[in-house]
């Protein structure tokens, strides 16, 4: 079912050009609608792009300063480059679209220095219809064995003062959650660290969102405004400020990705971050299996009036692993109760660890053998959480007892770093869980960029500010929030939020409540999520009375994870969003909105030939008193008909059209 496929791989043309004399090299998307072009000045590789005609990147330099060997940049001098045109299509294991093509125009530039102990690297520069990339490679060489950066210097020297929507932070070590700004580029504070990605919105609806693509084995990147231009800034090593990679050749950077169009909709279409990626590594993939889990520490480890006491105990996890196996729900997660970890450890809450911490022994109080044997029997698999420090020490020995215990994956958490031991450590704990059938779900993390192509186990990140917060924050997350996550952080990837609560109050009345929280936005804004957002461990987070015989948990019963085809219908920044998305032959369509109410029209034109039954859901009347309510109708449909969509302040509306 998992199986990796790759298919209908195309070179069209590959050609090499000039070596001695060459100073301009240009590229073209397959469109003809990017081009970049690569010049040499005597300072600086310079680079532009253009797309349909205008110039939106003007002259912008490239460079690398390494600690021991200096500057490179100037008196350099293209020995070649090569350049190919490739179409190909593969299937990834997970993601929002399962049959990807890859069609791009590729040129590899050799950059040699004309002094000194003449330093090669190549400019490799990918060209896609939605964008482009390009990164450092470093070729093995007799005269340089290895390097210390202490500074990349890649710019984007946008046209302009285009409108930015990026997440500003204060420094490196962050968790990469907050609320996003949006400001003229020219009015960014200086040497402000931006995190990515971070979207540019130029006049004639052009946009552009700069981010990376396979990170491995290198320091994750932000942006700053420097002198007035863009500028790359590597997160450094832990306890110093001076050095941001250690490697030794060959090696090479991230891509550094510019996704272009002048329809938002692509942009979040796109699959340019995967295709950057390399194909998948891990051979057996019958194991993995994508879903929805529980997660009691959002809504406070709630159980019911019962007989046996609640904590960490079989009792407690039973209550939720059978209310999984009767809604259709694939992983209950272990997690602890009321702030202290299922396994044993001296700490005091969850965010520490102490000395004597040790994942592969439980807290006396908890059988994990019986918790997954008794899962295992109901249809559900167990999912736990981790503090990443519990487990990095010894990986093999946790995952060996993990798979042995028969638990399924993990969110491992609190990592808050994305300097280059941290990125390399979660792609150790990647590889090592895939050794040991175990899917990741990391937590406190930076983006996504891609690698879930590469490790198709890692199911989501967190990375964003999500409904977590609604447990002590006074002001609680508003739908005006959720809206730019789809324009800005959901273009990086899945991302993890925490989703589920059925408790939604006007919000006048909204407080926090660490206990049962509230939510603010309708009852269908929340159905929505699920469609809207990408993940392929999605939260139900509430607890099973919140749930059952509730309007609109048919839905969440029902919804998938992870998709077919992906089209995003209608999009306006800040003001609302439609995403449909395929599974099989269904199709489930999500809208979200803002805080104001709104009529939309959405055409099903986008469905083939045939009836559809489609059940919507919508905004009830009476939601500005009782978010919780919707209407639902069943009519049967084809793709020339047209949905009258009305949403509420903060409301949302799914659909779920089957094929008949």
């Known amino acids: 079912m998992f199986l990796f496929q790759k298919f209908s791989f195309l070179i069209l043309l590959v050609t090499s050009l000039s070596v001695y004399a060459q100073k301009k090299v240009q590229l073209k998307s397959p469109d003809g609608n990017i081009i970049f072009s690569l010049t040499l000045s005597p300072e600086a ?37 090569t350049i190919k045109h490739v179409d190909e299509s593969y299937d990834l294991v997970i993601g929002k679209t399962k049959t990807v093509r890859n069609r791009y125009q590729e040129a590899i530039i050799s950059l040699t220095e004309s002094k000194g102990i003449q330093r090669r ?73 931006m995190d990515m990605p971070a979207l540019l919105e130029f006049p004639d609806h052009v946009y552009m969102a700069i981010t990376e693509a396979n990170l491995r084995d290198y ?57 950057l990626n390399d194909p998948v590594k891990i051979k057996d993939l019958s194991w993995l299996k994508p879903g929805k ?44 109760y009321g702030g202290f970890a299922w396994y044993k450890s001296d700490a005091t809450g969850y965010a520490t660890v102490g000395p004597n911490t040790d994942v592969t022994k439980t807290v006396p109080s908890l059988d994990m053998q019986r918790v997954c044997d008794y899962a295992r029997e109901k249809g559900v698999g167990i999912h736990v959480w981790v503090n990443w420090k519990a487990i990095y020490p010894k990986l093999e020995e946790s995952f ?72 002590w924050s006074k002001e609680g997350l508003s739908p005006d929030h959720d809206i730019d996550i789809p324009f800005t952080r959901l273009l990086a990837g899945a991302t993890d939020y925490h989703l589920g609560g ?16 509230l939510m603010i936005g309708t009852r269908c804004h929340m159905l929505a999520m699920y469609v809207v957002l990408e993940s392929y461990l999605a939260m139900v987070a509430d607890y099973p009375k919140a749930y059952e015989g509730q309007p609109g948990f048919d839905f969440l019963q029902k919804v998938p994870v992870s998709w077919d085809e992906t089209r995003v219908l209608k999009a306006e920044i800040g ?33 083939p030939e ?9 905004d009830a009347p009476d939601t500005a008193s009782n978010p919780n309510a919707l209407t639902k109708e069943t009519k049967i449909v084809d793709r020339s008909h047209t949905i009258t969509v009305r949403l509420a302040p903060g409301g949302g509306q799914v659909m779920r059209l089957m094929k008949q």
């Open 45 to 81: 590789p310079v680079y532009t792009v253009s797309f349909k005609g205008k110039k939106i990147v003007a002259d912008s330099e490239l460079g690398l300063n390494f600690k021991e060997t200096g500057r490179f940049g100037g008196a350099l001098s293209i020995s070649k480059s």
């Open 121 to 193: 690297i190549n400019l490799a520069v990918r060209v896609f219809n939605d964008g482009l990339a390009f990164r450092y490679e470093f070729p093995e060489q007799r005269s340089w064995s290895s390097y210390i950066l202490t500074d990349e210097s890649s710019t984007f020297n946008v046209t302009g003062n285009p409108l930015v929507h990026a997440l500003l932070r204060d420094n490196y070590n962050t968790s990469h959650e907050g609320f996003y700004q949006q400001q003229r580029l020219d009015d960014i504070t200086p040497d402000t660290l």
């Open 219 to 275: 320091a994750g990147m932000y942006l700053i405004k420097h002198n007035g231009v863009l500028k790359s800034q590597l997160s450094p090593h832990q306890g110093q400020t001076e050095i941001k990679v250690k490697a030794v050749l060959p090696h090479r950077s991230p891509w550094r990705v510019m996704m272009i169009s002048d329809r938002m909709e692509t942009l979040m279409e796109s699959n340019i971050l995967v295709n």
């Open 293 to 336: 889990t529980s997660f009691h520490w959002w809504n406070g480890d709630v159980t019911p009036d019962t007989t046996f006491a609640p904590g960490i105990n079989f009792e407690t996890n039973k209550y939720y692993i059978d209310f999984c196996a009767r809604n259709h729900i694939e992983y209950h997660s272990v997690i602890g």
């Open 400 to 471: 060996a007892q993990f798979e042995k215990w028969g638990i399924k994956g993990m969110m491992v958490d609190f990592l808050d770093r994305d300097d280059q031991e941290m990125v390399n450590i979660q792609e150790e704990i990647l590889k090592k869980a895939a050794e040991h059938k175990l899917f990741i779900q990391f937590h406190g993390a930076f983006k996504p960029t891609g690698l879930h192509r590469t490790y198709p186990n890692e199911f989501t990140r967190e990375g964003a500010l999500n409904y977590e917060v609604n447990k």
């Open 502 to 517: 059925f408790r939604a109050v006007p919000p006048s009345r909204f407080k926090a409540q660490y206990t049962r929280p």
């Open 575 to 607: 003001q609302y969003v439609t995403t449909a998305r395929r599974k099989g032959n269904d199709w489930y369509l999500g809208t979200i909105n803002n805080t104001t109410s709104r009529t939309l029209e959405i055409p099903l034109d986008f469905l």
């Open 610 to 618: 045939g009836n559809y039954t489609a059940e919507i859901y919508t």
